[in-house]
């Protein structure tokens, strides 16, 4: 079974909309780590935000926020006023905690994000 | 800081040849991965290294081989390229833990003829 699923392959949003990207994932952790990173057509991955598994408030960073629900298993990335800028793929990962230290990084497939004028 | 590097950014090789992808970070961190890039998909983890001497296979480690002998460099090996490993390799550190953002690397386009 997929650990983190991104349900949108490809989405089209008008300039200044806001937009939410959708990510759910399944793990049997307590402790873990949700993160967004965005990649650009340029091709480096650029961290955005992150949310632990035991953080009772929604995360944070300028435009960004991330909606998570634990119960239900999703931690959606929310862009508010987006930006031509903000045209990338969009990826889902989380990082569970093994106890004695960390894995890396499991990547959903991405979303494919296009801001039109 | 220059964060995390890699070298070379392009490279083409043929089959059966190997090479050795390099990595280094300057923020003292403990953790090292590798992961590959393939089109249509998220990336995928190689190996891993939580501290020098310390190594362990990821999710895709077939082929490849890793060492951490320093804190600062975690180089990847192809032993005998194969085309199934053209991708796009990134190198990433964080600190320790399941709560640390990791620090990735600019990549490196590998392509195997």
């Known amino acids: 079974a997929q650990k983190i699923t991104q349900t949108q392959p490809g989405m089209f949003v008008q300039e200044k909309e806001a937009v939410t990207l959708d990510c759910t994932y399944d793990?049997?952790?307590?402790?873990?780590?949700l993160f967004w990173y965005k990649q650009p057509s340029s091709g480096e991955m650029i961290f955005l935000i992150y949310q632990g598994s035991y953080d009772e408030q929604n995360a944070t960073e300028g435009r960004y926020s991330l909606n998570f629900q634990k119960a239900r298993k999703s931690a959606n990335l929310v862009i508010s006023a987006s930006q031509l800028g903000d045209s990338a793929m969009y990826f889902c990962?989380?990082?569970?905690?093994?106890?004695?230290?960390?894995?890396?990084?499991?990547f959903g497939k991405g979303t494919h994000l296009i801001i039109q004028p | 800081n220059a964060g995390v590097t890699q070298t070379p950014k392009f490279q083409v090789l043929k089959t059966g040849q190997s090479m050795t992808l390099q990595c280094a970070q300057d923020?003292?961190?403990?953790?090292m991965s590798w992961y590959r890039q393939d089109p249509g998909m998220g990336l995928r983890l190689i190996h891993y290294?939580?501290?020098?001497?310390?190594?362990d296979q990821g999710e895709v480690p077939n082929g490849y081989n890793v060492s951490r002998s320093t804190t600062e460099d975690f180089p990847l090996r192809l032993l005998s390229a194969a085309p199934s490993q053209t991708s796009v390799y990134f190198c990433?550190?964080?600190?320790?833990?399941?709560?640390?953002?990791?620090?990735f690397g600019p990549g490196t386009r590998l392509t195997v003829l």
């Open positions: 793990t049997s952790d307590q402790s873990y780590g």
């Open positions: 923020m003292n961190h403990e953790y």
């Open positions: 990962a989380m990082r569970e905690d093994l106890g004695g230290g960390a894995d890396g990084l499991t």
């Open positions: 990433a550190s964080s600190y320790g833990g399941a709560l640390n953002e990791q620090f």
């Open positions: 290294s939580v501290g020098a001497g310390i190594t």
